[in-house]
């Protein structure tokens, strides 16, 4: 994570930009006459919000940590796509 204050973030736009999308670069941007924000790739934010999504009720939550559980466990089953 990268912290720049408004005024060089502005005047370099186009460079912190590429940062944080090519790089994955998070930027927060300090403002002193303001609250600070956070740049980040959009895609990473998608992420964050499936991930969000998928761990906001309980039972999905249990769900998730028993596949895992079992994943590193190596007791899983293997199954076949199933195309239509």
């Known amino acids: 994570m990268r912290v720049v204050n408004y005024s060089d973030f ?3 736009l186009a460079q ?3 940062a944080v999308n090519d790089d994955r670069e998070i930027v927060v941007v300090s403002r002193t006459k303001g609250k600070n924000v956070v740049v980040m ?3 990473e934010y998608n992420a964050i919000q499936e991930t969000l999504h998928l761990t906001s009720n309980a039972t ?3 769900r998730l940590t028993e596949s895992l559980q079992e994943m ?3 007791t899983f089953k293997a199954h076949k796509l199933i195309e239509k």
């Open 41 to 43: 790739d959009l895609d």
């Open 10 to 12: 502005r005047n370099n």
């Open 72 to 74: 590193h466990a190596g």
């Open 60 to 62: 999905n939550r249990q």
């Open 16 to 18: 912190n930009l590429n």
